[in-house]
């Protein structure tokens, strides 16, 4: 069976420190990845996704980037946080192919900047 | 793009009693449609997905219906239990924007016991 693992669970950091998430999936093979971000109460932001290796798509401008190492890899960056980079960091797959197939979270990162 | 649009952004109930929260979307090529359950703190996970050949399915206590004139699409919770208390995603998806999820803004249901 396919499982995500996302780590760290929590992260405190300050403003201007660097940042790296990092994702992984098993039990599947060419997996579509997504990096979504959730505000406290509010709804679930896609930040970015892949459908290989080294193929990255932003979905809004931010002062985060992603990169895809591997293929079942996905590792979310910043180079200096900034207060509103606050947020649950959720990683996400889907199969490839048809486009109706699930999306599956991973457990996510809670991370606040101070 | 495609858009999705969640309504009520709250609701309570009595355990008990029947909870609905409706959807609409823009785009008619949209063709995935699942609804996400988020309790606090926690990821949020499939709980029931429709595709546009199918106009209705049913897992236990909870049933989503699909109208693809109106584009519209809806979650059912019958015989609510407090343990149904938590944050409701919508969601659609199409082939021409990458297969990519577009959820609605969430809502929040509250069983009351």
């Known amino acids: 069976s396919q499982t995500i693992h996302q780590w760290p669970a929590t992260l405190v950091q300050p403003v201007g420190s660097p940042l790296s998430l990092e994702c992984t999936v098993e039990?599947?093979?060419?997996?579509?990845l997504y990096w979504y971000r959730q505000a406290a109460g509010r709804g679930l932001q896609l930040l970015f996704y892949?459908?290989?290796?080294?193929?990255i798509s932003s979905e809004v401008p931010q002062n985060l980037s992603a990169s895809r190492p591997q293929d079942r890899q996905f590792i979310l960056s910043s180079k200096k946080l900034l207060l509103s980079d606050s947020g649950f960091y959720l990683c996400?797959?889907?199969?490839?192919?048809?486009?109706?197939?699930?999306?599956?979270f991973g457990n996510g990162t809670r991370l606040t900047v101070t | 793009g495609e858009n999705v649009e969640q309504h009520p952004s709250t609701l309570s109930v009595q355990e008990g009693d029947s909870a609905v929260i409706k959807c609409t979307y823009s785009?008619?090529?949209?063709?995935?449609f699942p609804w996400y359950k988020q309790e606090l703190g926690k990821r949020p996970q499939l709980i029931i997905d429709?595709?546009?050949?199918?106009g209705e399915k049913k897992d236990q206590r909870i049933a989503v219906t699909l109208n693809k004139t109106a584009k519209h699409f809806s979650l059912h919770i019958t015989e609510t239990q407090p343990e149904d208390s938590a944050v409701y995603f919508c969601?659609?998806?199409?082939?021409?924007?990458?297969?990519?999820?577009?959820f609605g803004a969430g809502t929040i249901l509250r069983v009351k016991s």
């Open positions: 996400a797959w889907t199969r490839t192919g048809t486009g109706d197939s699930p999306l599956h």
């Open positions: 039990g599947t093979s060419n997996p579509n």
């Open positions: 892949s459908v290989g290796i080294g193929q």
């Open positions: 785009d008619s090529a949209s063709n995935y």
């Open positions: 429709i595709r546009s050949n199918v």
């Open positions: 969601a659609a998806s199409a082939v021409k924007y990458g297969n990519k999820l577009v």
